[in-house]
């Protein structure tokens, strides 16, 4: 009998011990100690570390209601979820995921490694740091982890039996809320509208028909389109980073479905730290060099993403009918137009929906918050209501260009 065979939520003292009994990772004599590090919406993180030898290690736990709002319960098989598609992913991206040492479905725990060293990026961004490596090691991330779980590379049997265990309902219905339906939505009690912006937003989003049935297309192709085993949450704040090194975390969120809904959100949210840059730094120079970054970084991620699809589709298609000349080209527009949707949709659910970001609601000046969550949003449109013309990098640079005005 262990006091671990049934579950509780643990508290940072009771977790080393927890560590001990799991894993031999730690020597008999550690003189460990634990801290509770999670600032996610749903998780509580642990860090254990060794006073001794200085070895460290990280307990990821779910609870039953989420940190973000006691009401909201979720089931806890996420963390099942989280830590075998970290695994898948590590097969097909080595060296860009944490190492899982342990998944323990009784305490719905995950002990991992600790990616000490790194930075979470939304942090790093916010402090204006630059990651020169950042767009060549996502997308090698997100070509292997997508492309190469689609039907064109995966046996269809197989590709049909992942589909089954990554099924997540709960954390899917979180994201068909939050990112496809209630940003539209005027009255929604979970929607956080910056004062000065309420009127905008009405006009904008609230009361914009042909917005509203573009944004149903995206969401009936969020839920119904089983393309690739995505992250589901590629936003900044699930990647830990250092000038030399990236690790794609926290992909709970995992299931089959548009691979655009990962790149799109990489894409929405380096774009949050070019508006927090561009609000925020005073010093003229340092303000072009980190924006001039951002942008390049958003104009990489598309254009890396096509140059690594090509290679990587020449070498691992294995369906036949995949390979018919034309087939490769007509699978990556759809890729492309449902990227730039949901560059879209996370733009505007991260202004306005339950979950803000820091990028945005940290700018201290009223007058420059108000300016760029309208940038944002008249961005988004235009990804949103145009997304069969953004094909490349460039693009998207023109369109913030316009959407900036300057
Ligand atoms: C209720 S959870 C809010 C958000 O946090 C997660 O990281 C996802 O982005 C989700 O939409
Ligand atoms: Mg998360």
Same mark, same amino acid.
């Given at each position: 009998?262990?006091?671990?065979?049934?579950?509780?939520?643990?508290?940072?003292?009771?977790?080393?011990?927890?560590?001990?009994?799991?894993?031999?990772?730690?020597?008999?004599?550690?003189?460990?100690?634990?801290?509770?590090?999670?600032?996610?919406?749903?998780?509580?993180?642990?860090?254990?570390?060794?006073?001794?030898?200085?070895?460290?290690?990280?307990?990821?736990?779910?609870?039953?209601?989420?940190?973000?709002?006691?009401?909201?319960?979720?089931?806890?098989?996420?963390?099942?979820?989280?830590?075998?598609?970290?695994?898948?992913q590590?097969?097909?991206?080595?060296?860009?995921?944490?190492?899982?040492?342990?998944?323990?479905?009784?305490?719905?725990?995950?002990?991992?490694?600790?990616?000490?060293?790194?930075?979470?990026?939304?942090?790093?961004?916010?402090?204006?740091?630059?990651?020169?490596?950042?767009?060549?090691?996502v997308t090698?991330f997100m070509v292997?982890s997508l492309l190469?779980t689609? #039907?064109? !590379?995966?046996?269809?049997? &197989? +590709?049909?039996?992942? *589909?089954?265990?990554?099924?997540?309902? $709960?954390?899917?219905?979180?994201?068909?809320?939050?990112?496809?339906?209630?940003?539209?939505?005027?009255?929604?009690?979970?929607?956080?509208?910056?004062?000065?912006?309420?009127?905008?937003?009405?006009?904008?989003?609230?009361?914009?028909?042909?917005?509203?049935?573009?944004?149903?297309?995206?969401?009936?192709?969020f839920?119904?389109?089983?393309q690739s085993l995505i992250h589901g949450d590629l936003h900044?704040?699930s990647v830990?980073?250092?000038?030399?090194?990236?690790?794609i975390?926290?992909p709970?969120f995992a299931f089959?479905g548009p691979m655009g809904y990962d790149i799109g959100n990489v894409i929405a949210n380096?774009?949050?730290?070019?508006?927090?840059?561009?609000?925020?730094?005073?010093?003229?120079?340092?303000?072009?060099?980190?924006?001039?970054?951002?942008?390049?970084?958003?104009? #990489?991620v !598309?254009?890396?993403f096509? &140059? +690594?699809?090509?290679? *990587?589709?020449?070498?691992?298609?294995? $369906?036949?009918?995949?390979?018919?000349?034309?087939?490769?080209?007509?699978?990556?527009?759809?890729i492309?137009?449902d990227t730039?949707?949901v560059a879209?949709?996370e733009?505007?659910?991260?202004?306005?929906?339950?979950?803000?970001?820091?990028?945005?609601?940290?700018?201290?000046?009223?007058?420059?918050?108000?300016?760029?969550?309208?940038?944002?949003?008249?961005?988004?449109?235009?990804?949103?209501?145009?997304?069969?013309?953004?094909?490349?990098?460039?693009?998207?640079?023109?369109?913030?260009?316009?959407?900036?005005?300057?």
């Open positions: 009998m262990s006091k671990y065979d049934s579950y509780f939520l643990m508290k940072a003292p009771e977790v080393p011990d927890y560590v001990q009994e799991k894993l031999s990772y730690f020597d008999k004599g550690a003189e460990l100690e634990c801290k509770e590090i999670g600032d996610g919406n749903l998780n509580y993180v642990f860090r254990v570390k060794d006073g001794k030898s200085g070895k460290s290690i990280i307990v990821k736990q779910a609870g039953e209601a989420l940190r973000i709002s006691a009401d909201m319960h979720i089931s806890t098989d996420r963390g099942r979820i989280e830590a075998k598609i970290l695994g898948i590590e097969m097909y991206a080595p060296g860009l995921v944490p190492k899982v040492y342990l998944y323990d479905g009784v305490m719905c725990a995950m002990i991992m490694e600790d990616m000490t060293g790194h930075t979470m990026m939304r942090t790093g961004l916010i402090n204006h740091e630059i990651y020169p490596l950042f767009a060549d090691h090698t292997n190469r689609t #039907d064109v !590379v995966m046996g269809h049997k &197989e +590709k049909k039996e992942l *589909v089954k265990s990554f099924i997540n309902p $709960d954390l899917c219905e979180i994201s068909e809320d939050l990112v496809y339906s209630e940003p539209f939505i005027d009255y929604n009690h979970r929607n956080n509208v910056f004062l000065p912006n309420q009127d905008f937003v009405r006009e904008e989003l609230y009361e914009d028909q042909a917005l509203h049935l573009e944004a149903a297309k995206l969401k009936f192709e839920m119904n389109h089983a900044t704040g830990f980073i250092n000038k030399e090194h990236t690790f975390f926290d709970e089959f380096i774009f949050f730290a070019w508006c927090n840059g561009d609000a925020v730094i005073s010093d003229e120079e340092k303000k072009a060099e980190f924006c001039t970054w951002c942008l390049q970084t958003i104009s #990489d !598309v254009d890396l096509i &140059e +690594k699809y090509n290679k *990587v589709f020449d070498e691992y298609a294995t $369906d036949r009918m995949a390979k018919v000349p034309g087939f490769k080209e007509w699978y990556l527009e759809q492309l137009s730039a949707g879209g949709l733009s505007i659910r991260r202004i306005v929906g339950m979950a803000n970001v820091i990028d945005i609601t940290t700018i201290p000046d009223e007058a420059k918050r108000t300016r760029a969550e309208r940038i944002v949003i008249t961005l988004a449109k235009k990804y949103i209501m145009n997304r069969e013309t953004f094909r490349c990098g460039a693009d998207y640079l023109t369109a913030i260009k316009e959407a900036v005005g300057k």
